[in-house]
């Protein structure tokens, strides 16, 4: 821990413990919006299921890719990445080119990851690859676990995969138990690598970053570059104050997110989650039936009704629950036609949900959120950008409401916003959303990614062509 707290000392950083919440990290000096405070490389990543084959291995981009002729389990992006990856995946791949096919379809992405954990510690402790101060077995062996707290189902599935890394790795000395607790460090503490407009990747283990705690209004955000991972200040964080991330997403009741984090075995009491009641209301309550009226419905079993919380009017629990039951129907009715692929029927019956939920819930609800997200999808889909722009756009007061002002939810979908109105020629209004787009993602994602500079010269494009439009009018008149 001291070589750790002399190394994030350079950093403006320092491991602190914190009551009811173990280790967490907190800076000794004031960061600002968009300030890098930390980045990581992977002790130990592997591509899900889904991103095997479509992103590197090594350096997780997606480039034009390679197998590796030895294994055929494991794609890289070119020499480069397979160079730097060799003298793991040189142990590796003898351990794949062992096992039966049987067993091959048995290498989940977890267990991929903890096979690449064992060897980069035994690579360690022998000296074939160095270690570093802030890359060390060490600090996964610091990482909490909650072992104790675990259900006797998960801890048999846990011991279950310890047995196949061993079975995997017959030439690596492994303790089962030491094993099984991996796993169960894995499910608290390893991150989700996401791409620029957080697509899920694969999986990663960032042993420094893991000691960062979790708040529902975060004060930064982790994002990636490949299998990088950058933590970056997404407001004012002062001097000894501490640094959180969200682990989950944010756009849900308090219920869900607390639901969300039980995973990682603790009831979160940041400030959203001490005073959510009317939020929660908004995000999944029933709203007064009368439109005029901007209350909720809270349900008064004795007198069999839901009673509006504003207006006080009382209406008929059968009322309601038809309409629930209607809409339940309607929204299997779409999700099967969405299945089925047919985006034009799909279409349609998804507006018909989105028109009862309208008269069901609020206009910020995260259900009619939800649905309208689906309807841009589906139109982005029909290659309908009129109809793809209506939905992008519903949905940006409901992303305002929910997500911090510089978060990477809002800003992607203000790009989204911008891609459609460029291409509708709306180009003030490509402009300004772009230019939107450019204020929050330049503070989460930096500002030197292919990613951002591709947006920030869309933004430009749109700038000069605004001005060109401009001065032609003006000519005119
Ligand atoms: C990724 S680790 C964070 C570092 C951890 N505190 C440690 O000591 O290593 C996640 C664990 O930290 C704790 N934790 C994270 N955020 C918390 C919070 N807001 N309140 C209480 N405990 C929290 C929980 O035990 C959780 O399983």
Known sequence: MEALRRALSDRCLTVSWL???GRGLVATRDFFPGDAIINEDAYASSPSKS?????CDGCFAS????KCSGCRMVWYCGSACQKSEWKLHQLECRALAMLSDDRKKMLTPTIKLVVRLVLRRKLQNDWVIPTTETDNYDLVDALVSHMSSLEEKQLVLYAQMANLVKVVLPFVEIDLKEMTEIFSKLSC??????DSELRPLGTGLYPVISIINHSCVPNSVLVFEGQNAFVRAVERIHKGE????SYIETAATSKTRQNDLRQYFFTCSCLRCSQDLKEDAILEGFKCVDYTCDGFL????????????RCGTDWDEHKIKNLISELEQMCGKATASLSAGNPSETSLLYRNVEQLELKLYHCDSIKLLRTRETLLKIYMELNDWRGALRYCKLTIPVYQRLYQSIHPMLGLQHYTCGKLEWLLEETEDALKSFTAAVDILGITH?????FIKELISRADEARAEAAYKQSNEDSKS
């Not at 480039?63 to 390679?66: D, E, I, Q, T, V």
């Not at 930096?446 to 292919?450: F, K, L, V």
């Open 19 to 21: 009551p009811g919440k």
């Open 51 to 55: 991103s095997t084959g479509s992103v």
């Open 63 to 66: 480039a034009k890719l390679k």
């Open 189 to 194: 503490n390893a991150h989700t690598i996401c």
């Open 242 to 245: 501490e640094v959180v991330i």
């Open 298 to 309: 809270l349900p008064c079993v004795e007198k069999k009704t839901f009673t509006c919380h």
């Open 446 to 450: 930096g500002t030197s990614t292919p």
